[in-house]
Nanobody, 120 residues
């Protein structure tokens, strides 16, 4: 099992920045990828950013150039740096971990979520 704990959410004004952190523990963690997802009220959960064990990153179109996902060398912590935040970024943000199969990421483990609210 892998346990994921997010932190760093909060309330910020439009144009501001936040940095989310996700600390991972447990077995079989280092072999997988990690990702950040978000779910706004009334909407489906979407993948915002992901990073493979080799450091390859991918982003959802609406956050490209504004968000950056990164991971420490021990692969136990992943961050999401969010800049130029917009009200439409408001959501609960979830950390995930799971395997890559080829270029596809399969999130298997989930954190509890952290609220990000961007005021206009």
């Amino acid at each position: 099992q892998v346990q994921l704990v997010e932190s760093g959410g909060g309330l910020v004004q439009a144009g501001g920045s936040l940095r989310l952190s996700c600390a991972a523990s447990g077995r079989d963690f280092s072999i997988g990828g990690m990702g950040w997802h978000r779910q706004a009220p009334g909407k489906e959960r979407e993948l915002v950013a992901r990073i493979s064990s080799s450091g390859v990153t991918n982003y959802e179109d609406s956050v490209k150039g504004r968000f950056t996902i990164s991971r420490d060398n021990a692969k136990t912590t992943v961050w999401l740096q969010m800049n130029s935040l917009k009200p439409e970024d408001t959501a609960v943000y979830y950390c995930s971990a799971g395997p890559y199969v080829g270029r596809s990421y399969y999130p298997t483990y989930w954190g509890q979520g952290t609220q990000v609210t961007v005021s206009s």
